[in-house]
């Protein structure tokens, strides 16, 4: 079954490729730096396609319905090579900018499934209650969510680097679990 998604933070498009490879079809995308943007642009096949520059101007109004968002929300202020300030942090706390677009969005504009990706660390950052305010934000606006850290070894990648996966359904809509 093909999927529609949105690649909000979409650097130059990681989410989209494994989505893609998936069979599943990219409707819309957001990236604020104009070299991603424009690698993104000429990695991708972007024509038709809904796009903002900042993750800021988007909102749930106007963002179109899709099946699944995609979020790699930047991991500086979160990743153990920052400053640690986590969601406090001027890039890592765009993470609330997802919650606050669900917030205005109708029912018919939220996705049935979230998918985020960050680095490791966001489980430690803050003594962990980072992680416990995204799992926190995501139950208040009515998704269940679950998450688990994968190492890129396990999918045949020769590198070691570990990311923490946060997979969320929309209560109603959809209750399969994904990690086991």
């Not at 730096?33 to 909102?59: C, F, L, P, Q």
Request: overall charge neutral.
């Amino acid at each position: 079954m093909s999927l529609t998604f949105i690649d909000l933070f979409a650097g130059i498009g990681m989410f989209r490729i494994g989505m893609e490879k998936a069979g599943h079809k990219c409707i819309g995308w957001v990236e604020w730096d104009k070299d991603a943007r424009a690698t993104y642009e000429s990695m991708h096949d972007t024509k038709g396609e809904w796009t903002e520059n900042d993750i800021r101007n988007v909102t749930g109004t106007r963002i179109p319905a899709a099946d699944i968002w995609c979020a790699g929300f930047p991991c500086q202020d979160i990743s153990k090579n920052g400053r640690q300030k986590g969601l406090a942090g001027e890039k890592s706390g765009l993470f609330r900018e997802v919650i606050r677009i669900i917030r205005e969005a109708d029912e018919v504009k939220k996705p049935s499934r979230l998918l985020f990706e960050n680095v490791e660390n966001l489980l430690r950052v803050n003594k962990g209650w980072d992680l416990f305010r995204i799992l926190s934000s995501l139950d208040e606006v009515g998704y269940d969510a679950e998450w688990q850290t994968i190492t890129s070894t396990e999918c045949g990648i020769p590198q070691n680097r570990t990311r923490l996966f946060i997979v969320a359904h929309l209560r109603g809509r959809d209750t399969r679990r994904v990690f086991s």
